[in-house]
């Protein structure tokens, strides 16, 4: 069975930083395209970024709302993805989601979500 | 960015309803749209992707067409688990978006 386990939301002031992570079981880590998405307190969903297999480069991607602050980063040792999130603001309150899915395309395994509060 | 455009955003309907929901995508994405599910304080959950293939272990009462830029989530008799928000999902290019959401509720 596969499985996404997210930690590391919380509260934090409004210019600060947090790490989420993501532990992942149940599926060939190493192979798996990882994706990070968020959901806005009673807002729709939106993609944040996703990550690579190492074998295809291992590189990233992101959205407009989170290039040049955001970085996804894995570690295939510790089968978990990271969301390192630097200068937040308000706007970046909502609960993150860390998903999976073929090519990362589309999600057919996401996590429970852990709660990002960005206090001013 | 490719924009999605759910219709309508609430539907009210009853058990044993046929209802049908509209994605409608600012430009062609061919058939690659996903469906999902999702359930207050839960994460959503796959329904469909390729526009219409049925996930494992969906009920084959949902369904799903479409191409390029228009596309449909049918369900064709409503039942109590339905009664959820349902969002589409463009794959066709970066950065990947989805539509606001269709809130269903029971009338």
């Known amino acids: 069975e596969v499985q996404l386990v997210e930690s590391g939301g919380g509260l934090v002031k409004a210019g600060g930083s947090l790490r989420l992570s993501c532990a992942v079981s149940g599926l060939t880590f190493s192979n798996t395209w990882l994706s990070w998405v968020r959901q806005a307190p009673g807002k729709g969903l939106e993609w944040v970024g996703r990550?690579?297999?190492?074998?295809?480069?291992?590189?990233?991607d992101y959205a407009a709302p989170g290039k040049g602050r955001f970085t996804v980063s894995r570690d295939d040792s510790k089968t978990t993805v990271y969301l390192q999130m630097n200068s937040l603001t308000t706007e970046d309150t909502a609960v993150y989601y860390c998903t999976t899915g073929k090519a990362a395309a589309y999600f057919d395994h996401w996590g429970l979500g852990t709660l990002v509060t960005v206090s001013s | 960015d490719i924009q999605m455009t759910q219709s309508p955003s609430t539907l009210s309907a009853s058990v044993g309803d046929r209802v049908t929901i509209t994605c409608r995508a600012s430009q062609s994405i061919s058939n690659w749209l996903a469906w999902y599910q999702q359930k207050p304080g839960k994460a959503p959950e796959l329904l469909m992707y390729k526009a219409s293939t049925l996930e494992s272990g969906v009920p084959s009462r949902f369904s799903g067409s479409g191409s390029v830029t228009e596309f449909t989530l049918t369900i064709s008799s409503l039942q109590p688990d339905d009664f959820a928000t349902y969002y589409c999902?463009?794959?066709?290019?970066?950065?990947?978006?989805f539509g606001q959401g269709t809130k269903l509720e029971i009338k």
């Open positions: 999902q463009q794959y066709n290019s970066y950065p990947y978006t």
């Open positions: 990550i690579k297999p190492k074998a295809e480069g291992g590189a990233a």
